[in-house]
Nanobody
């Protein structure tokens, strides 16, 4: 398994949750790591990525933070001030050649299995 996401769950609006994405060393050290989400009936959308610096979608900027632990080859998505609109399956992903907010899901090469985040009002 190249990427394995975890940490989803049920949280009340205004609460926090941290997602983890454990990556193989090869991918962690050579690829841009990103987070996407997909709500029911909607397309998969970019949340944020790490490529030297961090990039975030406008909808999560100021509330979500991406960090990484090099010793554990793990990327985290810290989510704060969660809203019901944040309810989705969250995926971690890796791309070799694209960085920033302009990268689409189709440009990512590897995907984790997804973890469900449900925010209740």
């Amino acid at each position: 398994v190249q990427l394995q996401a975890s940490g989803g769950g049920l949280v009340q609006a205004g609460g926090s949750l941290r997602l983890s994405c454990a990556a193989s060393g090869r991918i962690f050290n050579s690829y841009v790591m990103g987070w996407f989400r997909q709500a029911p009936g909607k397309d998969r959308e970019f949340v944020g990525s790490w490529s030297g610096g961090t990039y975030y979608a406008d909808s999560v900027k100021g509330r979500f933070t991406i960090s990484r632990d090099n010793t554990k080859t793990t990327v985290y998505l810290q989510m704060r001030s969660l809203k019901p609109d944040d309810t989705a399956v969250y995926y971690c992903a890796a791309t070799r050649y694209c960085s920033g907010v302009g990268c689409s899901a189709g440009q990512y090469d590897y995907w984790g299995q997804g973890t469900l985040v449900t925010v209740s009002s």
